[in-house]
């Protein structure tokens, strides 16, 4: 019947929610995201998964529409649902349901900032984010090289420093008081002695980097800042850090690796 007003009738046939559709397809990828995050090392439990459905019929009881609708029903002799999505749709993946009090084709197009739709997706947004920042547990920060502000003959801010810093946390004072054991594990060593003395002076740009495990964080920052490689055990508890690559110099003694600017 599609095919004869000039519609693609596989398309109509995609939008239900028999094995094989597009629903089930759109659904499989949702359980893909929620598998991720399970599975990530460290567990992570974002981004979040909230499914919104409409509760109201396309088409109301009463109208002409409708009309159409019960005489296609009675011509095929079964029922016909004019839930475009049903609520069974949107259980697997989602953390949690949101019924909303419109019809699916207004689902998508909310005609004010106000509307519950919009609001709901607003609050899943900004929860979603606010989350993922708290599950980015390490961080590496940067700032500009100034030899104003640290004492005279020492590079502010340098990469040394922030090794040293990051490695207090398997202090023995750091420990954690239930396990006894770092809450933040990772140490960090230098390859070799002249990576070392370099990183006294070398100062990271285009920061700060986040991550889950400092590793992640090291990673991020890595790949903005070219001359410093890292390596990493098996178990991703040791990274070893080295300089490479070409350094620039910039005023008070700090260096930058190259592609960076001094300010």
């Not at 990530?40 to 979040?48: A, N």
């Not at 016909?80 to 349901?97: G, M």
């Not at 890292?230 to 070409?246: V, W, Y």
Request: overall charge neutral; proline content about 5%.
């Amino acid at each position: 019947m599609a095919t004869t007003f000039g519609w693609n009738g596989e398309l109509v046939k995609d939008l239900t929610t028999d094995g094989g559709s597009y629903l089930d397809a759109l659904e499989s990828d949702w359980m893909a995201v929620k598998r991720w995050r399970e599975t990530h090392d460290p567990r992570r439990f974002t981004p979040l998964i909230s499914c919104g459905f409409e509760t109201k019929p396309e088409v109301e009881r009463g109208s002409w529409s409708n009309l159409g609708v019960m005489m296609l029903g009675a011509l095929f002799r079964k029922d016909i649902d004019t839930t475009v999505v049903p609520k069974l749709f949107t259980s697997s993946a989602c953390d949690d349901r949101r019924p909303l009090s419109v019809k699916h084709t207004a689902l998508i197009k909310p005609m004010s900032d106000g509307d519950s739709q919009h609001l709901w997706l607003r609050e899943l947004i900004t929860n979603s984010l606010v989350l993922g920042m708290q599950e980015q547990r390490a961080s590496v920060t940067t700032s500009p090289p100034s030899a104003r502000s640290s004492p005279l003959g020492v590079v502010a801010f340098n990469l040394a420093d922030k090794v040293d810093f990051m490695n207090q946390d398997l202090a023995p004072d750091k420990l954690d008081r239930a396990t006894g054991l770092p809450l933040n594990p990772e140490r960090i060593d230098f390859d070799d002695d002249k990576s070392r003395t370099l990183a006294t002076r070398l100062v990271l740009r285009g920061g700060p980097f986040y991550g889950s495990t400092k590793l992640d964080a090291w990673e991020a920052a890595a790949k903005k800042n070219t001359c410093l490689k890292l390596d990493q055990s098996p178990n991703r508890m040791a990274i070893t850090l080295s300089i490479k690559g070409e350094i620039l110099k910039c005023g008070g003694g700090a260096t930058i690796c190259a592609g960076q600017t001094c300010n």
